[in-house]
């Protein structure tokens, strides 16, 4: 979700500044119609009525994670479109949304845990990725604060606001702790944190020319590996699902078939796309 933002406000502001706001916006818009479309296909037509069921538009729409995906996307756009110069200005909203995330979720009015268990439903994961997607897009622009020297933007701003937020992730994890179906704010200020250090850590081996075998190749089409990370989740399913005595007695064979065989065959995908060039572009 964080990199989505990274990338979508290089990708808006790029296509802004070369072709004008329209041309932005419809890329912008392509995108996220794009995702919506593979969580129709994912959540809805395999996962809802392949399996014998009916279409769970909650998961469609903005419970899913290619839903949140979508929604991250639009709210990255939408807080450059209006927030374009400032990114100093622009993380207080995506902290203002963390705030306000974080109080209803103390409220005992709100549904936390499933579509019927309170008297109103509320969009948890969709509200904290948005925030997330937004400071991807500020993290993005800092890297460019001084457009000749990444460093300065590390020093200044990335490496610092990382920090506030690992500490603040530490602080609020003892109060409301970090639940991945409800994208607690706990939650959300380590996914922000993580990927600041995560970002000054690979800058800093581009720097001493240090290359982790395949993470360019996977670099490159990232968005695809990910959604077809999907199959392979069905399949971690079946496995389970059939076989769990088997792989509960053979652990060493469940590394192989569930830990390490999935990402052989991304890791080859990624190599294959690579030599030929190809890069596919959502």
């Known amino acids: 979700m964080f990199i989505l933002g990274y990338v979508g ?30 969580s129709l296909l ?32 639009f ?15 622009r993380i207080y909203l995506c902290m203002g949304i963390l705030i306000i995330h974080a109080a209803l979720y103390f409220l005992p009015g709100f549904d936390h ?38 460093s300065v933007g590390f020093k200044k701003r990335i490496l610092p606001i990382s920090t506030i937020a690992i500490i603040a992730f530490y602080c609020f994890d003892w109060v409301q702790y970090a639940e991945h179906h409800d994208a607690t704010t706990s939650l959300a200020l380590l996914a922000i944190a993580a ?29 695809l590996l990910f959604i077809i990370a999907f199959i392979f989740d069905q399949y971690v399913g079946f496995l389970a699902d059939g076989y769990r005595d088997f792989l509960i007695a053979n652990p060493i064979l469940t590394m192989i078939l569930v830990g390490v065989l999935p990402i052989v065959i991304e890791a080859g995908i990624a190599i294959l796309l690579a030599r030929k060039n190809i890069v596919v572009k959502i």
């Open 42 to 73: 994912a959540d809805g037509l395999i996962g809802g009525l392949l399996l014998g069921g009916s279409i769970p538009w909650d998961e469609v729409l903005y419970k899913g994670t290619l839903a949140n995906l979508a929604i991250g996307s």
């Open 113 to 150: 845990y499933g579509p019927v268990d309170g008297p109103l439903i509320f969009p948890w994961n969709a509200l904290n990725h948005a925030a997330i997607a937004i400071a991807g897009t500020c993290f993005s622009q800092w890297y460019k604060l001084d457009p000749s020297d990444p």
């Open 75 to 89: 709210a990255a756009y939408l807080s450059v479109f209006l927030i374009p110069k400032k990114a100093d200005h």
């Open 9 to 38: 406000f290089i990708a808006f502001t790029s296509r802004r500044d070369k072709k004008g706001i329209g041309a932005a916006w419809k890329h912008g818009l392509i995108r996220v119609a794009v995702l919506y479309g593979l």
């Open 195 to 223: 990927s600041g250090f995560l970002i000054a850590v690979f800058y800093g081996f581009e720097k001493m020319n240090f290359k982790v075998p395949v993470l360019s190749e996977m670099g490159k089409n990232m968005l």
